[in-house]
Structures are given as C-alpha cells and as structure tokens.
C-alpha cells in the first residue's frame, strides 16, 4: 500500500492513489490531518493548474510545502483535483 513518510511519521497511506509524472497522489482522508499546517504558498502548472500547498509538521520539526494538491485542477488534470502530492524529503512507498 503506497505510504507517505517523513521523520519516522506516517503522513498518508492509501491503496487509492492517482500516479501523475511519478508522483502519487493520495486522497485527502488518507492524510492523518493533525500533522498538516496551511500554507500561503501557490504554484501554477501549465496543464494541471494551480496549486496549494501544506507545511507537514512532526514532533516539533518543520517541512514547508512539503506536501501539495490541486483544489481545483484544469479538465486535464481532474483526477487529482483534492488529492495530495510529497516532495522535500517525504518519502512514499
């Protein structure tokens, strides 16, 4: 089951997720929501659209933006529209 991990904490897991250019992206219920902040930060991909982004904290340490989702993608990108993707050190596997 694909598992989303950063310092030893289960970030996600999900036998349901959408891989886009090797990414996966889980669904937001899979994501254990206490170890997610907000972030203000935005990004915009040509075909998929815009993109939000959530700092994930664990035991006190901070990994900013390290988790991103399209809540609104273009038509192209619709299946990942509410599902999250990893980067900067999560590692999913």
Known sequence: MPTATWNGAILAQSD???VVEGNHYFP????HA???EDSGTH???PWKGDASYKTVV???????D?????PDPKSAAA???????FWKGVKVG
């Open 16 to 18: 349901d997720t959408v």
């Open 28 to 31: 937001a219920d899979s994501l």
């Open 34 to 36: 206490d170890l997610f």
């Open 43 to 45: 990004s915009h991909c």
């Open 58 to 64: 664990v035991d006190g340490q901070r990994n900013p």
């Open 66 to 70: 390290a988790a991103w989702y399209y």
């Open 79 to 85: 299946e990942i529209k509410g599902r999250f993707a």
